[in-house]
């Protein structure tokens, strides 16, 4: 049961690094854009819900009904006002404005917060758990997280698919010179695929806030995780996200398991070899 328990372990981290990599698949799908600064944007809204919890009061879930909302009309100006202006056929612009985004929020929240780790405390739920059976322990918050990360994958696959504003997404993302000419207003589009984007973010960094602490220079390796889930699923392929979310922290928990040392190295020696075997991923799809 050992071995069988670290798996469903992994698993269920994988929900996390899943909810960190959908917000990156999407905004790559609609718009080709990598944003470098993805990882200090899961860090600043963690902050955010440190802020409002501090002023409120409010249980670190209920939060998100005010950091959520926030934090996609943030991504909605971010990329109306700054990213639009950058894209391009080439990909240059945009990472060098992410990145600049990326240095910004990070001495900003050191500026405002100081380096001190923070964590949220979501009582009982972290620490509560049941026995799925004898050997085998469910934690009720890594449950929730990756039931979470499910539900978002879900929820967005039927906003792409079956709805209006996923017709328009799908049709900017196949061209955007024809989608213009049929009447398609692309930047409003792209603002609109960032803010949902950015509300998965806020989603992913509340649950890292009550599964660990965490600090204004943490956002780079939260990127890197992202990174690596997007590209084992499979660029653009949301539930391929999903999947590569799940077998990076699979991966994670059985290199812990052998040597604690290992618990990263082994996520990203999995990383690189269905990189060197599967360059496109292992379900590579794009939004349409």
């Known amino acids: 049961m050992g071995w069988i328990n670290i798996v469903i372990q992994g698993m269920?981290?994988?929900?996390l690094y899943a909810l960190f990599a959908t917000g990156l698949s999407l905004i790559f799908g609609v718009m080709r854009l990598v944003n470098i600064a993805h990882g200090d944007l899961i860090i600043g809204a963690a902050y955010l819900a440190y802020t409002v919890i501090q002023l409120t009061g409010l249980h670190p879930l209920a939060s998100l009904v005010v950091v959520v909302p926030a934090a996609a009309a943030f991504g909605y100006g971010l990329q109306l006002g700054i990213l639009n202006r950058t894209l391009d056929k080439d990909i240059l612009p945009p990472l060098l404005v992410?990145?600049?985004?990326?240095?910004i929020i990070q001495n900003a929240l050191l500026e405002i917060y100081s380096a001190d780790s923070r964590k949220l405390n979501a009582g009982s739920?972290?620490?509560?758990?049941?026995s799925l059976v004898p050997g085998?322990?469910?934690g009720y918050f890594p449950l929730l997280t990756f039931l979470s990360a499910i539900a978002v994958v879900w929820a967005l696959q039927v906003l792409l698919f079956h709805s209006p504003a996923g017709r328009a997404f799908r049709a900017v993302s196949d061209d955007p010179e024809v989608s213009q000419l049929m009447g398609c207003d692309n930047r409003r589009v792209y603002a609109w695929a960032m803010a949902l984007s950015m509300a998965v973010v806020a989603m992913a960094g509340v649950f890292l806030a009550v599964r660990a602490n965490f600090d204004p220079f943490m956002g780079p390796s939260r990127l890197i995780f992202?990174?690596?889930a997007v590209i084992i699923g499979g660029l653009g392929n949301l539930w391929g996200t999903l999947a590569g979310g799940i077998i990076l922290g699979v991966a994670q928990a059985v290199?812990?398991?052998i040597d604690p040392g290992w618990q990263v190295l082994a996520g990203h020696l999995v990383f690189l070899v269905?990189?060197?075997v599967r360059p496109q991923g292992l379900f590579p799809r794009g939004v349409t």
């Open 125 to 130: 739920l972290e620490i509560g758990s049941f």
């Open 274 to 276: 269905i990189l060197a």
């Open 12 to 15: 269920l981290v994988g929900g």
């Open 136 to 138: 085998i322990d469910i």
């Open 226 to 228: 992202g990174f690596e």
């Open 255 to 257: 290199g812990a398991q």
């Open 98 to 103: 992410t990145f600049g985004l990326s240095v």
